[in-house]
């Protein structure tokens, strides 16, 4: 194992009255101007956002609103909300939604604290030195932004998908209330289901010498996701696996799952990130249709860890005179699970086209500068063959 530094700086909320007891204790800790994050209608259909309006109402907080984020959030709303949170001078930002509504309210936050262009944190130029304070009510369970590091957001010109890692950007508190999920239609369920278990098994397949009791974690998170996504599939006001979900989201990326590692590998992502650009897909669906091509490209760097997850996540018994074999299966397993909830398993079912392939790998390798660090190290020829091979699936 390695040395590590865990913190656990965002005060969690969690179950039914989550939102008002949060709030009447948080409100008291913050500026008098609130802005108000959130997409699209939902929340005004499913009641939270006249609940939010009446406590910051009785807490007498001037509140102004910024709507209408989308999924996979871009740079210029970003720009847009910084201006008006300048404007208004906002003191404290409220995000409500996902993790597209939370990343863009951590890079509004940048943007409002920090000189500069808000997108030198995402290109690498710059670090973020602070971050104006938010609060998150959780509405979809995918992303863990409501207690990662994590921002992600995409530049319109070149269609660039990037992320930025900071502590400072990490949300202050987080209402989990697992009812908030129950209305969300199943592809966005099943792709968030999607997102949290690789926000695990990116952590999980490393070249370290593991933790047990963190390998123990991922294992239990990965089960526990592969159980209630499932359950959910026909029974989406299931409160239980509804509050299982989210709370695996929070655990997924919240760092607790690469504890004493050497902090996984995250090419998947990365890759999915180029298709998120260009496709505007759903993260997690792009993660699915990425993940088993990836897998059985890199396996044979780590066998032993790869027969660890086939034998403890997919319960399978090692052919210890075959291990490829078992491990392959598992691969299988883990894709026939993607589709089994509707998620794609291929490159097709999103839409891409055998020409994109080569621009998707060259933008992914920075123009061939940059090669996938991790489990397996990927130049630009290997990160096009794992395109070419999600092309082919499905």
Partial sequence: MKDFIFSYPT?????KGACKKALDTELKNVGQNIMLAYGGGSIKKNGIYDEIMTLLSLANKKVVEFSGIMSNPTYKKVQEGAKIAKENNVDFILAVGGGSVIDSSKAI???????GDVWDFYDRKRTPQSCMPI??????????????????????EGLIKRGCNSDVCRAKFAILNPELTMTLPPYQTSSGCADIMMHTMERYFNQSENMDITDSIAEGLMKTVKKHAVILMTEPDNYESRAEVMWASSLSHNGITGCGTDGGDWAT????HELGGMFDCAHGAGLAAIWASWARYVYKANINRWLQY??????LDIDFEHPEKTIETAIDMQ??????????IGLKELGVKEEDLAK?????????TRSLIGYKPLAYEDILVIYQMAYERG
């Fill in 310 to 315: 086939a034998s403890n996540v997919w319960g």
């Fill in 335 to 344: 894709e026939q699970y993607y589709a089994s909830i509707g998620m794609p």
């Fill in 11 to 15: 005060k969690v909320y969690f179950g």
């Fill in 109 to 115: 936050g940048y943007g409002v604290v920090n000189g």
């Fill in 135 to 156: 609060g998150c009510v959780l509405t979809i369970a995918a992303a863990g932004s409501e207690m990662s590091n994590s921002s992600v957001i995409t530049k319109e």
């Fill in 360 to 368: 998707l790998a060259l933008d992914c390798s920075r123009n061939k």
């Fill in 269 to 272: 992502h990365k890759m999915e």
